[in-house]
């Protein structure tokens, strides 16, 4: 019997080299996969509920039989294959094919119940040669016989012999003398609400980190606007932050410079997070925010402020559904964004020395934050001078202004402390006597350290305003904040990113329209308010409508693996998800993102494809490569049967393949497709994918729990693998 790892390995091998082959030349090859599968997935969601009714009044038009069949020549002479339904024999065919190929026959009196036998008539040994027939699976196209499945019987024996009963044998693949392979042909009830399944799949792709069974089942039975309500309703908790709190109440090695802190716990609360909370949307979002709003515990000066960026990522999750001008000055303010741009005791200019305020923060809460480098229509596509060339949003004055803009501030010390000592040096160290957990709040402006000059911003423009001489540093902030939320740009630039992160790589402009002008008024003359602008990038036309060709997204390597974790219910053994260090190699290790442009960049349009001859963006292709499409075959592998992430001593994540094993012991093979299928491609398996799956397991050893459990986790593994999996419609 093989081991599981055997069996995957020799899956992987194939698949391995098929997958290289695409990626291996031009960095991207994958396109050209990527795309026969959307149009299928839009072909099947076209004609699902047709496809369903065929198959309840089990009614095809022509019947036939798919036999995958291989055989060993003698004499330059195949098998010769029979094959019988209900005592009738409907074709005789030669197989003479050395490796697996499909024999297609009619077969007009098929039905459930029917005895199906397929014959091999000329066993014979020629100058050495054996002559044998090999069949690895019979399929009318939805149903499956595999010959090693139980109830199925080798009938030995020539001519009539083969169908007498008398000397059987369990049936297995090869056929090695004159034998019959004798079944019964399986029932298949229809499942009436295929297709709402499968739609509900693709709308939780899209607004979860994946979705489980009961989820599909329970969105199928109801509707997607009563979804987002009660998700939209669920309670905001600060659950990064509890998490380090708790970690921090075990004693003082667990605070920072303890010999057991580490701020990857908050890395590992985002997997466990995703993988189990209720507020499946709300964590879907603050993760698309977190990749707007880059702070990465990359940056060396965050290692010991696990607290403070755990503060960070919850106040992502706090204004998810709240007003985007409250989530930006919250961010602008967080001490891990204050660190992690360096607007943490950013200092006033100096004339007489000629020091200027640091300018990072200032230049990425326009760039990235907010308005982007170039003037946007309401569409999201570029506004052009007289002579056709883009106009960029500010300039180095700009730049340099907004940077006086935040000056002053620091550590949110209790006002009788806010001296230039404190600003300059001070950084909070909690203990387990003294903790006034500084790390939390808001930054505060220090008295003297703000620059009071007046600074203009955006001049020229018709959005220009100046600030006046001798503001404060909040009136400042504020000031400048309101100017860059009411900018024109800020609603196309951000819905067009919450599009790409949730639902499509290269929306229409037309779809940014739509959700840029929720953006700009909930219905309410309520500007900025996240929860409707992320109820109208799900339920747009262009998410809720069948895919094409040129529709979805590559998936992040995150929600790879998240969808995994949901689908098959991997669970930690230890409970703390230890796996902060997964997918380093694949360019998205999760809250680590490599610089504040994040894992990949929005407009990012991959060259020598498709994208770049129509101009389309395709921005996680940015993060795939030979070297990160290996590492992710190597990743699957191990999902598929050891599982991720590492205690010090065992892995700690793995999903219990024993349910799907069950199905194939059961012989409900059937079921094992429809379920990887529906749960972990949204019904858009490719045909090929199939009959790869379908030959692994007849090949197989079923008759033992340890065999039946190595099939069900190589069926895995070849789904992880597969191009469909990557793509989400």
Do not use: C
Request: charged share 15%.
């Amino acid at each position: 019997m093989q081991t599981p790892t055997e069996l995957v390995a020799a899956a992987q091998a194939e698949t391995e080299a098929q997958a290289q082959a695409q990626a291996a030349a031009a960095q991207l090859r994958a396109e050209s996969a990527r795309q026969p599968q959307a149009a299928q997935a839009a072909s099947w969601d076209a004609d699902a509920p047709g496809l369903v009714k065929a198959m309840a009044a089990g009614a095809v038009a022509t019947p036939t039989l798919n036999i995958r069949a291989r055989a060993d020549l003698a004499g330059d002479t195949g098998a010769m294959m029979t094959v019988r339904i209900d005592g009738s024999e409907v074709a005789t065919l030669e197989v003479r094919s050395a490796t697996f190929s499909t024999y297609t026959v009619d077969a007009p009196t098929l039905h459930t119940g029917a005895k199906v036998e397929i014959a091999f008539t000329n066993d014979a040994t020629i100058q050495g040669a054996d002559r044998n027939l090999h069949i690895a699976y019979v399929s009318d196209g939805t149903r499956f016989v595999i010959p090693n499945a139980a109830g199925v019987v080798l009938d030995r024996g020539a001519g009539a012999a083969a169908f007498d009963g008398l000397d059987t044998l369990p049936g297995q693949t090869g056929l090695f003398w004159n034998a019959a392979l004798r079944m019964t042909w399986p029932s298949m009830a229809a499942d009436t609400t295929l297709a709402k399944k499968q739609d509900a799949v693709r709308f939780l792709q899209q607004a979860t980190f994946g979705g489980r069974a009961a989820d599909v089942q329970a969105l199928a039975s109801s509707d997607i606007n009563t979804w987002l309500s009660n998700q939209l309703a669920q309670p905001y908790a600060a659950d990064f932050v509890n998490h380090i709190q708790a970690k921090y109440s075990q004693g003082a090695a667990y605070l920072p410079r303890g010999a057991s802190y580490t701020p990857i716990w908050v890395a590992e609360k985002f997997w466990e997070r995703a993988a189990n909370a209720p507020d499946q949307l709300r964590q879907r979002l603050a993760f698309a925010l977190h990749n707007i709003f880059m702070v990465s515990l990359a940056n060396g000066d965050l290692w010991f402020e696990g607290r403070a960026f755990a503060n960070y990522y919850d106040l992502l999750h706090k204004h998810a559904f709240g007003n985007y001008r409250s989530l930006l000055e919250d961010i602008a303010l967080s001490p891990a964004m204050g660190l992690y741009l360096s607007h943490m005791r950013n200092r006033k200019e100096d004339a007489a020395t000629g020091r200027v305020p640091d300018e990072n923060f200032a230049r990425e809460v326009m760039q990235l934050f907010t308005i982007g480098l170039y003037e946007l229509n309401n569409d999201g596509t570029l506004k052009l001078d007289a002579n056709g060339k883009p106009q960029e949003t500010y300039g180095t004055a700009d730049v340099m202004a907004m940077a006086r803009v935040f000056t002053g501030w620091s550590w949110a010390y209790p006002d009788a402390q806010l001296t230039d000592s404190t600003f300059r040096w001070s950084t909070p160290a909690p203990s387990l006597s003294n903790d006034p957990r500084i790390d939390l709040l808001p930054m505060k402006a220090y008295p003297g350290q703000h620059s009071t000059a007046a600074k203009t911003l955006f001049a020229g423009k018709p959005w220009v305003v100046t600030l006046a001489a001798g503001n404060t540093a909040q009136a400042d902030l504020k000031l400048a904040l309101d100017t860059l939320f009411n900018h024109p740009n800020t609603p196309p630039f951000i819905s067009r990113q919450l599009i790409q992160h949730l639902v499509s790589s290269n929306p229409s402009p037309a779809y940014v329209n739509r959700v840029a002008n929720v953006f700009k008024d909930n219905g309410q003359g309520v500007r900025g308010d996240l929860g409707a602008v992320t109820r109208a990038i799900l339920l747009d036309t262009e998410a809720r409508s069948a895919p094409t060709a040129t529709s979805g997204k590559l998936r992040d390597p995150v929600l790879k693996v998240t969808h995994w974790m949901r689908v098959l219910g991997a669970a930690s053994s230890t409970g703390q998800y230890q796996m902060a260090w997964v997918l380093d190699d694949q360019g998205e290790r999760a809250l680590a993102a490599p610089t504040v442009f994040g894992y990949f960049r929005p407009n990012y349009v991959p060259s020598n494809t498709s994208f770049s001859s129509r101009g389309a963006t395709a921005p996680q292709f940015q993060v795939l490569n030979e070297s990160s499409a290996a590492a992710w075959l190597n990743m699957a592998e191990s999902m598929a049967t050891t599982g991720l992430g590492w205690t010090g001593a065992a892995v700690d994540v793995a999903a219990d393949y024993n349910a799907l094993a069950k199905l194939i012991t059961a012989n409900d093979f059937n079921e094992l497709f429809n379920r990887l299928d529906l749960l972990m491609l949204g019904g858009r398996m490719p045909a090929p994918l199939k009959q790869q799956i379908v030959e692994l397991v007849a090949q197989s050893s079923l008759s033992t729990a340890d065999g039946a459990l190595s099939a069900a986790r190589a069926a895995v593994f070849l789904t992880l693998a597969s191009t469909a999996y990557a793509y989400q419609p």
